[in-house]
């Protein structure tokens, strides 16, 4: 039974990374299970609607009933209204895409999102990116030690872009940076052209939380200052009304 349940969790997330639909051989191939009891598994999640088939069951996807889940943690954390509150500050404040994540061992978890006023973006809210490639991730990153760093990411680190940092020493290098500058800045190391600045949430031990700004990559040095004031400044703020709210 313990084996059936871990099986269905990997088969759940397997289908949610991928952005197109697996089909058996696929799903087999990234979760290692005998083909056997992985058909047996996919008909069971077909059936319940956690997962949808194409027509002749060829590729497999997520279903509507794994929104519910997912659409339940979202309503109970206690955090998220007061947190889209502060993104809907900052987003008025500097006009440029702002995100709301939660650190999931080495990745990044979207919890909430503004789009910039000039232009619409895709909303990340549900979707897992790996930590070392977001500054979201870095500033999260940057609370721990090296060597916790070290135990939670793999080596090398993967990469999204070219401009990706995949040497696990060059990336404690620039964690030491984001503790000295106090928010996390990374170009283009996750999305060709954007640029990003993050700050931690500072109201657990280490947080677990941060807000980040998503702006054109070409933007002036003293622009990207000028934001990262804000978001920080916005940041204190929200963790301020988490801590005396008692939200931890």
Known sequence: MVKSAERTVRILEALAASPERLTLSELQKRTG??????????RTLVELKWIEADTGSSAYGIGPHALL???????KDPALPLAHDA???LREEIGHTVHFARRDDGH???LATRESRDRHAISRVGRRLPASVTALGQALLAQLTDDEVAALLPDPLPALTEQSITDLTKF???LDQVRARGYALEREQGTPGVACVAVAVDYRIPATDAISCSMPA??????IERIAEAVIRHTRTFAATLRREGIR
Do not use: I, N
């Open 172 to 174: 404690t290098d620039e």
């Open 87 to 89: 993104l809907e500050d």
């Open 33 to 42: 299970f005998p083909r056997s009891s992985l058909h047996a598994l996919m």
């Open 69 to 75: 889940t997912g659409t339940a943690y979202l309503d």
């Open 218 to 223: 070409g933007l002036p040095q003293e622009e």
């Open 108 to 110: 990044v978890l979207y």
